[in-house]
């Protein structure tokens, strides 16, 4: 597969915040895009006025944007087939719902949703398929002016083809669907809207989208976009019936489809927490496909030059906090000194940062920051670990207090106060020689020794490599906190 001519699409609907799930689509269609030479078109799929909002479309734009996608054809960037927000595109819907109902192949149906229900019911109790019953595929002059004269305003309806329809999915291979499992569907709400059963596949076939790659919760929609495509070919409105990929589901906790409701899924929380946009997308990647049995950890280009919706994995995938943060640790650790302190920069103020503007010292981060990015798992995690440079005090963290100062722990840090005091603050390691001589002197082996001396100094039993940490944090003020510590044990 290497021509110019795929055009996939990302459509989704602008109805809160973007989740996971919905990247996963636009990070397979869009690698499709690239590894092909083809076509990526962003389309807004906004024809529920109820349920789509301005500031959801804002966000997925932004969301785009942060990931680092880009879009040939779609909103802010036209195209051939603008406009691309379907909201500013229903003359179009109205007119096609009208030649298909001209040409027969959708019509007019006037049962009200009790008498809808009322059928399915006697269907079921009568092992019938429950689907609609086709009644109203042919209503004579007479009954429909007697349905006016009573009111009922139709919707429109699809004719279903009484085929079996057949397609060679790209991930799940051949699937079959027999008639009376696809019954006819509403395509125009009774006031006039049209409906995502209808627009999906008109603009699909007006952009000339080449393949369909979406989640697997939308296979049941294919053969009605199949059969409904087919009319638009009928029509002269489309030319060829596209490709479909269902991608698999994502299971989340409990081995529960993730759900747009699970906080798990927002993509807003990745990115609050510090998850590099090419860490996510290396982690969201891997929820289908793969690049190598021996290879999780790889680069968005790596992946655009390995991608084939063939290799797609059609079984469930399962989503894996634990792993997508120990590769986005990998992704951190990648960058250059000087990109990691970049990005780090939104934590290092307000509201993230718990010190005041004036007390961040530059020459301080830059001195410790090279030894935070072998560290972290997501970039949120900084402010813990150098609070201890720029709050005028370590902060106070109870649990680490009672879990480091042991019966003696007082004596351990006179001792190391003076061994600090006349050691050589020219270098991490005459540090260590200081601590490790007072932690011998108590018969301490060198962790033993340190935790009091971490804890007085950071606030905390864990942190970046504690020498390192005294030396960036200058001699007055590490001697000032041990005597702090002192003064605390004494009271
Ligand atoms: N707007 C639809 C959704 O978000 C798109 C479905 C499709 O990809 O066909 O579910
Ligand atoms: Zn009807």
């Known amino acids: 597969m290497a021509n110019g001519?795929?055009?996939?699409?990302?459509?989704?609907?602008?109805?809160?915040?973007?989740?996971?799930?919905?990247?996963?689509?636009?990070?397979?269609?869009?690698?499709?895009?690239?590894?092909?030479?083809?076509?990526?078109v962003f389309r807004i799929e906004d024809t529920d006025a109820a349920r789509d909002s301005e500031e959801s479309y804002e966000q997925l734009l932004d969301s785009l944007r942060w990931l680092g996608f880009t879009w040939d054809e779609g909103p802010e960037v036209g195209g051939p087939h603008a406009p691309y927000r379907q909201s500013q595109r229903m003359e179009t819907y109205t007119e096609i719902a009208r030649k298909l109902q001209d040409a027969g192949h959708a019509y007019s149906c006037y049962?009200?949703?009790?008498?809808?229900?009322?059928?399915?019911?006697?269907?079921?109790?009568?092992?019938?398929?429950?689907?609609?019953?086709?009644?109203?595929?042919?209503?004579?002059?007479?009954?429909?002016?007697?349905?006016?004269?009573?009111?009922?305003?139709?919707?429109?309806?699809?004719?279903?083809?009484?085929?079996?329809?057949?397609?060679?999915?790209?991930?799940?291979?051949?699937?079959?669907?027999?008639?009376?499992?696809?019954?006819?569907?509403?395509?125009?709400?009774?006031?006039?809207?049209?409906?995502?059963?209808?627009?999906?596949?008109?603009?699909?076939?007006?952009?000339?989208?080449?393949?369909?790659?979406?989640?697997?919760?939308?296979?049941?929609?294919?053969?009605?976009?199949?059969?409904?495509?087919?009319?638009?070919?009928?029509?002269?409105?489309?030319?060829?019936?596209?490709?479909?990929?269902?991608?698999?589901?994502?299971?989340?906790?409990?081995?529960?489809?993730?759900?747009?409701?699970?906080?798990?899924?927002?993509?807003?929380?990745?990115?609050?927490?510090?998850?590099?946009?090419?860490?996510?997308?290396?982690?969201?990647?891997?929820?289908?496909?793969?690049?190598?049995?021996?290879?999780?950890?790889?680069?968005?280009?790596?992946?655009?030059?390995?991608f084939d919706v063939a290799d797609v994995n059609p079984n469930p995938a399962r989503f894996d906090l634990k792993k997508a943060e120990a590769i986005n640790a990998d992704h951190i650790r990648m960058l250059s000194v000087t990109d990691f302190t970049e990005r780090c920069a939104p934590w290092l103020k307000a509201p993230f940062a718990p010190w005041a503007p004036e007390d961040f010292d530059e020459a301080k981060w830059q001195a410790v920051a090279p030894h935070a990015q072998t560290r972290l798992k997501v970039l949120s995690e900084i402010t813990d670990n150098v609070d201890f440079l720029f709050l005028p005090e370590p902060v106070e963290d109870e649990a680490s207090w009672s879990k480091a100062m042991k019966e003696g722990s007082d004596a351990l840090l006179r001792t190391a106060k003076e061994k600090l005091e006349s050691a050589e603050w020219t270098s991490a390691e005459s540090l260590k020689e200081a601590v490790l001589a007072a932690g011998e002197a108590h018969g301490l082996k060198l962790g033993k020794a340190q935790a009091p001396v971490r804890v007085a100094v950071t606030g905390r039993t864990v942190g970046l490599p504690l020498f390192e940490s005294l030396e960036i944090l200058g001699k007055e003020k590490t001697l000032a906190r041990i005597d702090a510590a002192l003064a605390k044990l004494a009271a």
């Open 5 to 40: 001519s795929v055009r996939v699409r990302f459509c989704p609907s602008p109805t809160g915040n973007p989740h996971v799930g919905l990247v996963r689509t636009a990070l397979f269609n869009w690698a499709f895009a690239r590894h092909t030479g083809g076509t990526f």
């Open 111 to 306: 049962c009200t949703a009790s008498e809808l229900e009322e059928r399915r019911d006697a269907a079921r109790a009568a092992g019938r398929p429950s689907g609609y019953d086709g009644k109203c595929r042919e209503v004579t002059p007479e009954q429909k002016a007697q349905y006016e004269a009573e009111g009922r305003e139709p919707i429109v309806r699809f004719r279903m083809p009484d085929e079996t329809i057949t397609f060679t999915d790209l991930v799940r291979g051949e699937l079959t669907f027999t008639p009376e499992n696809v019954p006819d569907y509403g395509i125009v709400r009774a006031n006039g809207a049209p409906l995502y059963t209808l627009v999906n596949p008109v603009d699909d076939a007006l952009m000339e989208i080449t393949h369909v790659l979406r989640g697997e919760d939308l296979l049941s929609s294919t053969p009605r976009q199949i059969a409904l495509y087919k009319a638009l070919i009928d029509l002269g409105v489309a030319k060829e019936i596209p490709s479909f990929g269902h991608l698999p589901y994502v299971m989340g906790e409990g081995n529960k489809k993730l759900s747009k409701r699970d906080p798990q899924s927002s993509l807003n929380l990745y990115r609050e927490r510090g998850f590099l946009p090419e860490g996510l997308l290396n982690y969201l990647s891997l929820l289908g496909w793969s690049l190598s049995a021996d290879k999780d950890i790889f680069t968005i280009e790596e992946m655009v030059a390995a």
